[in-house]
Structure formats: C-alpha cells, structure tokens
C-alpha cells in the first residue's frame, strides 16, 4: 500500500503554491489519489482521527485534497477546487493537522462555503458545505496556497497541546 510520509511543520514544502492538474486521467494524478486515500486510512487507523489531507502534506505540489467524513457523508478527491463563495458569517474553532497532530490551534473560517472541483472521473462539481465540512475544506484548500493553519491563528495566545486539548474536554467552540 503506497502510504507516504506525512511532511511535518517546517518542511519547506509545505509553505509553497501547488499547481494545477491538468489531466485527472494521468496515471501520474491517479497515483497521487491513490497514495492521499491510503495515506489518510492510514493516519485515521493509526491516530484514531483526520478527515482529509492534501497532496503538498505527501510532497507533491499539486492541487488535489482528498477528504473522508461522515457527517455528511463524504468521501473522494477534489481536483482543483476552488472556494467560489463564502458566508461573512464566520466560526472560531480548534483546529489541528496530519502535519502537526500534536498541536491545536485556533482559527476562524468561514460557516458556509461553495467548492468548484473535478472529481476522479472528471466531472465539474459544485459541493455547498457547512460547518465541519466548510472549515475542513478551507484548511486542505489552504494548504494547497502553502498556508498552514498555524498561519490562521486568531491570536499569539491561540496555540494549545493536543494533551491539554484533551484535558479541557476537546473544546470545540
Ligand atoms: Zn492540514
């Protein structure tokens, strides 16, 4: 199974402006879906958490996430999307990373979004995502703009442990 490694804060790479896909169909943009989904089974199976990584956190500076929820119901590659709108409205949560799981930090995104993106088989899809799944998208999306979310701190003060995290009760809002 092509799990990759998962480059951690401070890679250079993770601060870069990935590329578009211009082919979905290249077997070299198929393999790179491939290693997303099984590198993001493979971090969920091992930490017990994560919804979604993009293709800079494996190394590949190319505009493609892939993203796995429940709640709703989700799961699947986004090639080049792009947030075409956003709500003024915005929520303040405790966000964390494959890159640094250790770390939580809070930021502020916004409650609605809507995503533009080819899917797998190539179709132009439009997703409307709320809640969970808005910030989730707007993390991945941020880092294919090389912009992890510890660049999204509200505060100097909004930095916590993930043991401390835990300790509070997982505070969310
Ligand atoms: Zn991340």
Sequence with gaps: ????EILQ?????????????????????????????????????????????????????????FICTKEPSFSGALINPVITKGTDRKVELWDSCFSFPELMV???????IEVEYYSEQGDRLRLEAEGDLSELLQHEIDHLDGIP????AISPQAFMTRQEWLRQGRPTG
């Design 1 to 4: 199974m092509p799990v990759r």
């Design 9 to 65: 804060l401070g890679h250079p790479l993770l601060y870069e402006k990935s590329l578009p896909i211009d082919d979905p169909f290249a077997p070299e943009s198929l393999s790179l879906i491939i290693d997303l989904d099984d590198t993001l089974a493979d971090f969920r199976k091992t930490n017990g958490f994560g919804r979604g990584i993009a293709a800079p956190q494996i190394g590949l500076l190319r505009r493609v996430i």
């Design 106 to 112: 809070r930021v502020s995104r916004a409650d609605e």
């Design 149 to 152: 979310a510890v660049m999204r």
